[in-house]
């Protein structure tokens, strides 16, 4: 898929008129970047949208047009972009330094907000993404328990480290994708987050399991949802199995509620790994979780219990840019109800869809909870009810073949000729700042897009 593959779809058409500052930076970019981009969930056909400037709901991007963005920086902006708090948190300590390699107040008080606002978070640890929070998360469920099998499901996104990147989009068997070394694929065993009783006699039936580790709400945010009773069924046999239970909080963290997906849900992990919005915006990541397995980082304690402790470095932990910004994120979420705005944001935006699909008879839906949004676009074309969907129905293969459709590709260039990014899952993501004018103005967009779609043939 590349810009010499243009074709005579007036959809596109209208993209490329648009965008010529993209196009031209998405050349050069190609010959730098593999495929052009530097995140596989940024590639995008025919090209990227370069983004210059963004505030609030909304980016701009290089040719000057404006997008309600649903991108939200990967899930990272609750409080959209630039707030003025967190920036101005930020130019101050820019100013007093942004790497001391030495310790500093933020980092002690982003450390006990984290401790204040989340349910397992005896003890903290920062470390600068997602990725590393989950392979440490890992590291020590394996050192405490002495055992070294990780139980995941098909579909949940842990990040790129290897015993998580296989099992999301492809490998779906469990066998490892390329460069990840087989014996490490032997370690870990995907599980259904459908089959609760087939996950709780799994955990029973094996005595190697270190730890389980979910997306509490389900893959991809919720994009793949999980059978009810699952988060309970899993405490609990942790619980009785010695087994560290891990919820990947990266997205849910700060997003669902204050005290994260496990306050919400009233289930607490033994640990927790959190990214995203935690640094406000900017790059950071940490786990949290009992102090009995954190001790594992502990110098004084893992010397008392007479046992070698798990190394841990990383040049940009708790860097002081990224405190400031999470300190200050974090204060506001915690006392300004945008976790619900957020949700109360995302429902309308499902509703509102849905409700576009069903008027233009467009056999789509939109689904999700919390703030996102997620569509699903039949891509076996059996038929779907807009207005009484269930995506718990489908299988895991119905709904990553949405994201493969031209069809759907065309879409997201349709939703762009009219104002809205949203992401290829296809879906999107939804901040505390959006406003009930943007749904509408979203809704206004999907009916002029599904509308250019029906004219190009693209919807049965
Ligand atoms: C649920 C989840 N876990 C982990 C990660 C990886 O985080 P990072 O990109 O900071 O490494 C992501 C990133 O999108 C995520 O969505």
Same mark, same amino acid.
């Given at each position: 898929?590349?810009?010499?593959?243009?074709?005579?779809?007036?959809?596109?058409?209208?993209?490329?008129?648009?965008?010529?500052?993209?196009?031209?930076?998405?050349?050069?970019?190609?010959?730098?970047?593999?495929?052009?981009?530097?995140?596989?969930?940024?590639?995008?056909?025919?090209?990227?949208?370069?983004?210059?400037?963004?505030?609030?709901?909304?980016?701009?991007?290089?040719?000057?047009?404006?997008?309600?963005?649903?991108?939200?920086?990967?899930?990272?902006?609750?409080?959209?972009?630039?707030?003025?708090?967190?920036?101005?948190?930020?130019?101050?300590?820019?100013?007093?330094?942004?790497?001391?390699?030495?310790?500093?107040?933020?980092?002690?008080?982003?450390?006990?907000?984290?401790?204040?606002?989340?349910?397992?978070?005896?003890?903290?640890?920062?470390?600068?993404?997602?990725?590393?929070?989950?392979?440490?998360?890992?590291?020590?469920?394996?050192?405490?328990?002495?055992?070294?099998?990780?139980?995941?499901?098909?579909?949940?996104?842990?990040?790129?480290?290897?015993?998580?990147?296989?099992?999301?989009?492809?490998?779906?068997?469990?066998?490892?994708?390329?460069?990840?070394?087989?014996?490490?694929?032997?370690?870990?065993?995907?599980?259904?987050?459908?089959?609760?009783?087939?996950?709780?006699?799994?955990?029973?039936?094996?005595?190697?399991?270190?730890?389980?580790?979910?997306?509490?709400?389900?893959?991809?945010?919720?994009?793949?949802?999980?059978?009810?009773?699952?988060?309970?069924?899993?405490?609990?046999?942790?619980?009785?199995?010695?087994?560290?239970?891990?919820?990947?909080?990266? %997205?849910?963290?700060?997003? %669902?509620?204050?005290?994260?997906?496990?306050?919400?849900?009233?289930?607490?992990?033994?640990?927790?790994?959190?990214?995203?919005?935690?640094?406000?915006?900017?790059?950071?990541?940490?786990?949290?979780?009992?102090?009995?397995?954190?001790?594992?980082?502990?110098?004084?304690?893992?010397?008392?219990?007479?046992?070698?402790?798990?190394?841990?470095?990383?040049?940009?932990?708790?860097?002081?840019?990224?405190?400031?910004?999470?300190?200050?994120?974090?204060?506001?979420?915690?006392?300004?109800?945008?976790?619900?705005?957020?949700?109360?944001?995302?429902?309308?935006?499902?509703?509102?869809?849905?409700?576009?699909?069903?008027?233009?008879?467009?056999?789509?839906?939109?689904?999700?909870?919390?703030?996102?949004?997620?569509?699903?676009?039949?891509?076996?074309?059996?038929?779907?009810?807009?207005?009484?969907?269930?995506?718990?129905?489908?299988?895991?293969?119905?709904?990553?073949?949405?994201?493969?459709?031209?069809?759907?590709?065309?879409?997201?260039?349709?939703?762009?000729?009219?104002?809205?990014?949203?992401?290829?899952?296809?879906?999107?993501?939804?901040?505390?700042?959006?406003?009930?004018?943007?749904?509408?103005?979203?809704?206004?967009?999907?009916?002029?897009?599904?509308?250019?779609?029906?004219?190009?043939?693209?919807?049965?």
């Amino acid at each position: 898929m590349n810009d010499s593959e243009r074709s005579n779809s007036p959809i596109e058409t209208r993209f490329r008129e648009m965008t010529p500052g993209s196009m031209q930076r998405s050349h050069r970019a190609r010959e730098v970047f593999p495929s052009g981009v530097v995140h596989d969930g940024r590639r995008m056909w025919p090209y990227p949208l370069y983004v210059e400037r963004a505030k609030g709901a909304y980016k701009w991007d290089v040719d000057g047009n404006r997008y309600i963005d649903y991108f939200g920086g990967h899930g990272a902006l609750i409080l959209g972009h630039g707030d003025d708090r967190v920036l101005q948190a930020v130019h101050e300590q820019l100013e007093r330094g942004t790497h001391y390699a030495a310790c500093h107040d933020l980092e002690v008080e982003w450390g006990e907000r984290l401790k204040a606002m989340v349910p397992c978070a005896e003890r903290v640890r920062f470390m600068s993404s997602g990725t590393e929070a989950n392979l440490m998360a890992l590291r020590i469920a394996r050192a405490h328990t002495g055992r070294t099998v990780l139980v995941r499901f098909r579909g949940h996104f842990h990040g790129w480290q290897d015993h998580v990147a296989f099992g999301v989009d492809s490998h779906l068997d469990g066998t490892p994708s390329p460069g990840v070394l087989d014996g490490i694929a032997e370690h870990v065993v995907l599980a259904d987050a459908t089959d609760v009783a087939g996950t709780v006699a799994l955990l029973e039936s094996r005595d190697d399991v270190a730890a389980v580790i979910l997306e509490p709400t389900g893959g991809s945010f919720g994009a793949i949802p999980t059978a009810p009773g699952l988060l309970e069924a899993l405490r609990d046999v942790t619980s009785r199995r010695d087994i560290v239970l891990i919820f990947d909080e990266v %997205v849910t963290g700060f997003r %669902v509620a204050p005290g994260g997906a496990q306050s919400y849900y009233g289930v607490t992990p033994d640990l927790a790994s959190f990214a995203k919005i935690v640094s406000g915006g900017l790059p950071g990541g940490c786990i949290a979780g009992s102090k009995t397995l954190l001790d594992h980082l502990d110098f004084e304690e893992s010397a008392r219990l007479g046992r070698e402790k798990i190394s841990h470095h990383g040049t940009f932990n708790a860097n002081p840019a990224s405190a400031a910004a999470g300190n200050a994120a974090l204060g506001i979420l915690a006392q300004e109800g945008l976790c619900e705005v957020a949700n109360e944001r995302g429902a309308g935006i499902r509703d509102a869809l849905n409700r576009v699909f069903a008027e233009e008879e467009v056999p789509w839906a939109c689904y999700g909870e919390h703030s996102g949004f997620y569509f699903f676009t039949d891509p076996s074309r059996v038929g779907v009810d807009p207005t009484d969907f269930d995506a718990s129905t489908w299988t895991l293969d119905d709904i990553k073949a949405c994201a493969g459709q031209r069809s759907v590709r065309k879409f997201r260039l349709a939703l762009l000729t009219n104002g809205v990014d949203i992401s290829g899952k296809p879906g999107g993501i939804v901040s505390g700042v959006h406003s009930v004018e943007d749904v509408e103005r979203t809704a206004d967009a999907t009916r002029a897009a599904v509308r250019a779609l029906r004219a190009e043939g693209e919807l049965h």
